[in-house]
C-alpha cells in the first residue's frame, strides 16, 4: 500500500476542505482497523475532507485508486468503508458550471479507477453475510459494468447467478433494478 500511496502527490491535490495531505495517514488508520468503530471513524473523516455536495474533487482519482488497492488488504472491519468510499466516489459528479471548482477532476477518469476493483467486488459479494456490504457490492458491480463495456456482460453474468441464490432473496429489486441498468437499449 505504500507505493500506491507514494504516487501521489497529496498536498497538491484539491479537496473540498481544502488539501489532500492528510487522506494517506486516513486510509492508513482504516487500513489498520482493528474493529468497526475505528475503521467508521477513518472512513467518516476520509469522506468529510473528500466530499461535498456528491461533487468529486481532484483528489477523488487518487483515493479510487488507492480505494480498490486497498480491498486487497482490507480488514473485514474495513471493507464497508472502504465500498462506501468507492460508492461515492461512483455516484459522484463534476460540477458543470466550473468544472474545475475543486482542481482537475474528470468522472471518467474516477469510473476507470472504481471499475479496477470489480473482481474483489465480486468476491466480497460472494462471501460478504453483511447486509449493507452486499447492497453496496451489487451498486459498484452496477456501475463499474455500465461504464465499462467490456465488463457489462460479467457484470450481467454475476448479477444474474446472485439472484438464484436463497441468501440473496432480500436484494431481489435492487440486482433487478441493476439489470435494467446494464441491459442495452436494444436489450430492453
Known amino acids: 500500500m505504500e507505493l500506491q500511496l507514494s504516487r501521489h502527490n497529496w498536498p497538491t491535490l484539491r479537496t473540498p476542505k481544502g488539501n489532500a495531505s492528510l487522506i ?102 460472494d462471501s460478504e453475510t453483511d447486509a449493507s456490504t452486499r447492497a453496496i457490492c451489487i451498486d459498484l458491480i452496477c456501475s463499474s459494468g455500465v461504464f465499462l463495456e467490456r465488463i457489462r456482460n460479467q457484470a450481467i453474468y454475476y448479477l444474474t447467478q446472485v439472484l438464484k441464490q436463497p441468501s440473496m432473496l432480500d436484494y431481489r429489486i435492487l440486482i433487478e433494478n441493476s439489470l435494467r441498468a446494464l441491459a442495452k437499449p436494444e436489450d430492453t
Not at 473523516?45 to 483528489?59: H, P, T, Y
Not at 468507492?86 to 474545475?100: K, R
Request: proline share 5%.
Open 24 to 125: 494517506p495517514h486516513l486510509i492508513q488508520d482504516l487500513l489498520n482497523s482493528e474493529n468497526h468503530e475505528s475503521a467508521e471513524a477513518a472512513g467518516a473523516r476520509i469522506e468529510d475532507i473528500l466530499f461535498a455536495n456528491g461533487l468529486l474533487c481532484e483528489a477523488s482519482l487518487a483515493v479510487a485508486e488507492c480505494m480498490v488497492h486497498a480491498l486487497w488488504k482490507c480488514p473485514d472491519a474495513a471493507i464497508p468503508f472502504a465500498l462506501n468510499i468507492l460508492i461515492d466516489i461512483a455516484d459522484g459528479s463534476v460540477t458543470e458550471a466550473d468544472p474545475d471548482f475543486l482542481g482537475k477532476v474528470r468522472y471518467a477518469d474516477c469510473m476507470s479507477a472504481v471499475a479496477l476493483g470489480f473482481p474483489a467486488y465480486v468476491e466480497i459479494l
